[in-house]
């Protein structure tokens, strides 16, 4: 005779749960980011530094802006889509609008040896931003 | 593949496609016409990432590529393509036929 506290179908139910969710998640969808905040940013570590990389496209550099206070980073700016009054739009699905986005690391960085690169890095116009702790 | 988000709008003149494909540079775009179908292809240069550890993400980094079934009001020869800021813009000009004219009420 044995006794067993926990259900099998505990078990089956919470991995049903998790294909679910990960089958209902962007990870598998078409676009490389999310549904999330926008715009959507990879951090990285490259020996003693981070880099903050910004998929920003459309974006005009000019209408940018990176601050930095501490450990925290802010990337505001807006992203402008104009078809012209003639034109006539057959498909919308890039979006535009105002964007401001704050994002904190672990530890304080030096604000002054932050560096934004808007097309250098990988030549594709990401916009890059090197953090020097 | 990931699939570029686009806007398409037609003018009085052509069509124009645009489509998102952060990453790509020039050098690595590929549009071509063939049996009456546009194909956009990007390529990442990868070779970027090396010596990165991610640390926390939010976006997958990849190649891109979109087909567009092209109608015969589509002047081929003339289609025209730039890249800035990470957005690919297509001109598609209209054959003469198709452009829009006025008529005059007697």
């Given at each position: 005779m044995s006794t067993t506290f926990s259900s099998p179908?505990?078990?089956?139910?919470?991995?049903?749960?998790a294909l679910d969710a990960r089958h209902q998640s962007d990870w598998f969808g078409s676009n490389t980011a999310g549904t999330g905040a926008f715009p959507p940013i990879n951090i990285f570590q490259q020996r003693d530094d981070f880099v903050a990389i910004v998929e920003l496209p459309g974006v005009d550099k000019v209408d940018l802006e990176i601050e930095a206070k501490e450990s925290t980073i802010r990337i505001s700016g807006k992203k402008e889509i104009g078809f012209g009054t003639?034109?006539?739009?057959?498909?919308?699905?890039?979006a535009s609008g105002g964007f401001d986005r704050t994002f904190s690391l672990p530890i304080d960085i030096s604000a002054e040896a932050i560096r934004a690169d808007a097309a250098s890095r990988s030549?594709?116009?990401?916009?890059?931003?090197?953090?020097?702790p | 593949m990931f699939v570029p988000v686009t806007d398409i709008f037609e003018t009085d003149d052509a069509l124009t496609v645009m489509l998102e494909m952060p990453g790509v540079a020039k050098d690595r775009v590929d549009v071509r016409v063939?049996?009456?179908?546009?194909?956009?292809?990007?390529?990442?240069?990868?070779?970027?990432?090396?010596?990165?550890?991610?640390?926390?993400?939010?976006?997958?980094?990849?190649?891109?590529?979109?087909?567009?079934?092209?109608?015969?009001?589509?002047?081929?020869?003339?289609?025209?393509?730039?890249?800035?800021?990470?957005?690919?813009?297509?001109?598609?000009?209209?054959?003469?036929?198709?452009?829009?004219?006025k008529i005059h009420v007697n």
């Open positions: 179908f505990d078990a089956i139910f919470a991995l049903q749960r003639s034109a006539g739009v057959h498909r919308r699905e890039r030549a594709g116009e990401h916009t890059s931003v090197c953090l020097y | 063939e049996n009456d179908v546009l194909t956009i292809e990007g390529q990442i240069d990868f070779g970027v990432y090396e010596n990165l550890r991610p640390l926390y993400t939010e976006y997958n980094v990849g190649n891109y590529a979109r087909t567009f079934q092209l109608s015969s009001r589509i002047e081929q020869d003339r289609i025209s393509a730039a890249l800035k800021d990470g957005v690919m813009t297509l001109v598609l000009p209209k054959v003469e036929r198709a452009k829009p004219r």
